[in-house]
């Protein structure tokens, strides 16, 4: 039962456009939530997060929306660049019935600029 | 460079074989965790240490995988007897504490058993 679904698993933009990458999740008691870019054969590199207690974070190009009832993140990208073309990775932090005090990772959505 | 460094980068074994991969993580940070990635999947958590205990193992962490933090500093993670599912990269992670949530990975130990 996947718990952090990003149900794309790619996403073409051209440079200069927004980016709006989606992440789902179903457990009511995640209460933190950070966005992971990853290019091959490299560790998660980390963007952006937000409290469950907000609904919108703003870092630069980056901005996450948090919407609790619907229990739906999105990582907005403006504009969007060549080198964002990545591996981006939803990931939500929690009690998430096992116990672990680590996160929760969706599968990932490809995200490729084209000029 | 002040971030998460783990070693060997990759790592090619011959199925049966023991692999030990080593992390140190960031000097300040008392959390230290353990991830799995498979291709086309997301990274899974493995377990984690807050110093020097071990404080959860996901049900992912088969009896052949041990880790440990002695002193609370460096990890290693060994897995004996390994099997070509155990192919993956393996990734280190460290946090300090609850503060800011943030979790900052290593570049990943890439693992191909033959």
């Known amino acids: 039962d996947q718990q952090v679904k990003q149900n794309s698993p790619s996403l073409s933009v051209q440079e200069g456009r927004i980016s709006i990458l989606n992440c789902d999740y179903t457990?009511?008691?995640?209460?933190?939530f950070l966005w992971y870019k990853k290019y091959p054969a490299e560790g998660p590199t980390f963007l952006i997060s937000?409290?469950?207690?907000?609904d919108k974070n703003e870092d630069g190009r980056f901005t996450v929306f948090l919407n609790k009832s619907a229990k739906h993140l999105s990582l907005h990208i403006v504009p969007s660049q060549p080198g964002d073309s990545a591996v981006y990775f939803c990931?939500?932090?929690?009690?998430?019935?096992?116990?672990?005090?680590?996160?929760?990772f969706g599968k990932g959505t490809h995200l490729i600029i084209q000029p | 460079d002040t971030g998460v460094s783990q070693d060997p980068r990759h790592k090619i074994t011959k199925r049966g074989q023991n692999v030990t991969f080593r992390c140190d993580p960031i000097?300040?940070?008392?959390?230290l965790y353990w991830y799995r990635q498979t291709l086309g999947q997301g990274p899974e958590f493995l377990t984690y240490?807050?110093?020097?205990?071990?404080?959860?193992k996901s049900r992912l962490l088969s009896d052949r995988f041990s880790a440990e933090r002695p002193k609370g500093s460096f990890s290693t993670l060994e897995i004996q007897r390994t099997e070509q599912g155990d192919s993956a990269m393996y990734l280190c992670?460290?946090?300090?504490?609850?503060?800011?949530?943030?979790?900052?990975f290593g570049e990943g130990s890439w693992l191909t058993v033959v």
């Open positions: 992670a460290s946090s300090f504490g609850r503060s800011g949530n943030t979790i900052y």
């Open positions: 457990n009511s008691m995640f209460d933190y």
């Open positions: 937000i409290s469950s207690i907000k």
């Open positions: 990931a939500a932090k929690g009690y998430s019935g096992g116990g672990a005090d680590g996160l929760t």
């Open positions: 000097s300040e940070h008392n959390r």
């Open positions: 240490f807050q110093n020097e205990a071990q404080l959860e």
